[in-house]
């Protein structure tokens, strides 16, 4: 049925494929360009109608010179250059739904990136006396970057075949030009007796235009130590153990803010007042704003049995993160809301394992395997005033994640309303309330509620896996080799931003569902249903940032799998090649997850929205040597 419903909605035009299978507008003959808000229109027509181009031309250099000054005294230097020039054409015609507005559009960019480094250091080692041995480093480093866009756009174009800004009848124009520089001193000095016992200290002061006067310079350091213990005499009646060694450190380094010019308060000149130019100010800031520091101490202890056939580490580290920028509330007499300060404190804490070894070497069969495990845990210490901040996922530019900064809460708490699923006998969402208010009714003895407007929100999960790493195993038997690696992840969430749109509950009621939501979803005869009854009215009850959104994290993929097979030499030599392999290599051909129903390898966010899955490869080559 394509007639109108009565309001502003067509089916015909809020159908994804409309455009697919009605490409011609049969009363006139042209194509068809009807389309409603962003949805379904004609892709074949559209891809005719619009240009998007991107060249770069980069320049890469790199020298280092040396100069041995003595022989336990050398001096070395190294320049780097980069430069990166990029230009960008747009182009919408009058017929597409991007120019139709303008009659037609078109913008040209320019983008320049530089980055020049240059370093010195003078390198000290010497043997002082037989076992006994010490180095030294001192030094400096510079860097300056750079950054240049201008922008042309034009409108109003007078003909689709001249898409050029010089033709447009309206010009407008945009540019802007960053930089920032740092300057540090370096120094390191080492000590090592008989490669059993070394310790090292290093003092840096790094000083960086990203930051005011008075607390440009920052002075960072670190002390480290180890102890071979498989070396001491008391080691040498235990054969089985072939190396034992412990480290550990502890150091402070520094991390300047994303902003070159934070520290300033900035006027920006962009504003306009009936038509004359004129500038305001675009932001207000901390002239005392200072490096983030963090205090990071790990130890850890490697080891090896029976020559090495096992082998691994433990290692557990912490870090105290302080100064850490926060934006903070101020009078709104001030034109703000906010300002950025060095308030906020966080830790990361945690442990990693590493063991790896030959399971079986017999002859020309070798067997071996290896895996790596970590847990790491991040909780915010301090915020400022002991207030909570809401913040959302960065990735995107959609929002597609709520989260909150809370006191002794992990640094990627999931915010939100708490969903309590789907009432049998109605298919009605419910939601708990985690307030005071008066109850619908209860789940699980919890007070729930139909409408989500009276459920409070809360936190509802933590991105942070339990437990993360890899695992791998590689078989070899004479010329034959198989290698495969994987990729796991324990416990944590992933938050599915993307299934709104395809697992609503009558909101986006046009749009194409799920497999998921079609096999889970509630009707009178699947009433043990996942999902709630599906109702052609805009429900607001899946856009909201809620638990229904949120899945188990649990995975494991085997990212990399490579079988190969050396050809024997008497073979390649009697065609004048010294060696050759014939491979196979896939990537991401297996994956086991809790949650089936999307890539659970998302951003670092633990979100997914749009994007493309990561999909699977296979490569099949020849590797020759002459």
């Known amino acids: 049925d394509t007639r109108s419903t009565g309001n502003n909605y067509f089916l015909q035009q809020r159908n994804l494929l409309w455009g697919l299978y ?9 194509p068809w360009t009807a389309r409603y808000g962003s949805y379904a229109y004609n892709p074949v027509y559209y891809n005719q109608q619009w240009e998007n181009s991107s060249k770069t031309m980069r320049l890469l250099a790199n020298e280092a010179v040396t100069i041995n000054i003595l022989p336990t005294l050398n001096l070395k230097s190294i320049f780097s250059y980069d430069n990166a020039q990029t230009f960008d054409h747009l182009y919408f015609s009058a017929l597409h739904f991007n120019g139709a507005g303008v009659n037609g559009s078109v913008d040209e960019m320019s983008t320049n990136i530089r980055k020049i480094v240059s370093s010195t250091t003078l390198n000290f ?54 930089g920032n520089t740092m300057l540090s001193m370096l120094s390191r000095v080492e000590y090592n007796y008989d490669d059993k016992y070394y310790v090292s200290a290093s003092f840096r002061r790094d000083g960086s235009s990203r930051l005011g006067d008075a607390s440009r310079w920052g002075n960072f350091w670190s002390v480290a130590g180890s102890w071979r213990i498989d070396k001491e005499n008391f080691m040498q009646d235990m ?18 803010p994303s902003s070159n010019y934070g520290w300033r308060s900035l006027t920006s ?6 038509e004359q130019p004129g500038g305001g100010v675009s932001t207000i800031a901390d002239a005392n704003l200072s490096w983030e520091t963090s205090y990071t101490s790990n130890i850890a202890l490697e080891f090896g049995f029976f020559e090495q056939r096992l082998a691994g580490s433990i290692e557990y580290f912490t870090r105290d993160s302080r100064d850490l920028l926060q934006d903070v509330p101020i009078s ?3 034109g703000f809301g906010s300002t950025l300060k ?6 990361n804490s945690g442990i990693e394992i590493e063991l790896y070894g030959d399971i079986m070497k017999k002859g020309d069969f070798t067997w071996s395997a290896g895996l790596t495990a970590s847990h790491v845990k991040s909780t915010v210490t301090k915020l400022y005033g002991g207030q909570d901040i809401i913040w959302y996922d960065p990735t995107g530019g959609d929002a597609r994640a709520k989260y909150i900064y809370q006191e002794g809460q992990s640094t990627l ?14 298919g009605k969402n419910l939601w708990f309330l985690n307030n005071d208010l008066t109850p619908d009714l209860s789940v699980d003895g919890r007070p729930v509620t139909y409408d989500y407007r009276d459920a409070s929100e809360v936190i509802i999960g933590d991105i942070h896996p339990k437990l993360f790493g890899g695992y791998n195993t590689e078989v070899r038997w004479k010329g034959l080799s198989l290698s495969l690696n994987f990729i796991y992840k324990l416990g944590g969430y992933s938050y599915d931003r993307a299934g709104k749109d395809v697992n609503d509950d009558g909101y986006y009621w046009e749009r194409i569902m799920s497999q998921d939501a079609y096999d889970n979803r509630w009707t009178p005869e699947n009433k043990d249903a996942i999902y709630p009854m599906r109702i052609a009215i805009d429900l607001e009850d899946v856009n909201q940032y809620s638990s229904r959104h949120m899945h188990p994290a649990d995975f494991t993929r085997l990212k990399s799998m490579t079988l190969g097979y050396n050809l024997p030499k008497n073979i390649v030599n009697k065609v004048s090649i010294s060696s050759a392999r014939i491979y196979f290599n896939g990537a991401n051909l297996l994956t086991l997850a809790k949650h089936k129903v999307y890539d659970p390898e998302v951003s670092e966010y633990g979100t997914r929205g749009w994007e493309l899955p990561i999909g699977k490869t296979y490569t099949f080559g020849i590797e020759t040597s002459f």
């Open 22 to 30: 009605w490409p011609t507008d049969y009363q006139t003959g042209n």
């Open 125 to 178: 080692n010497k043997e002082i006396a037989p076992k006994h041995t010490v180095g030294a480093l001192l030094g400096w480093e510079a860097e300056d970057n750079k950054s240049d866009y201008q922008r042309a756009s034009g409108t109003n174009l007078p003909t689709s075949a001249l898409h050029t800004v010089a033709t447009a009848g309206k010009l407008d124009a945009s540019a802007y030009f960053w």
């Open 239 to 256: 054969p089985q153990i072939s190396s034992l060694r412990l480290r550990a450190s502890y150091g402070v380094n520094g991390t300047l």
């Open 269 to 274: 000149y962009s504003n306009k007042y009936m």
């Open 332 to 334: 709104t007499v001030t």
């Open 342 to 347: 060095n308030v906020g404190e966080i830790n």
């Open 413 to 426: 708490a999931l915010y939100g309303r708490e969903w309590a699923g789907v009432e049998r006998e109605t």
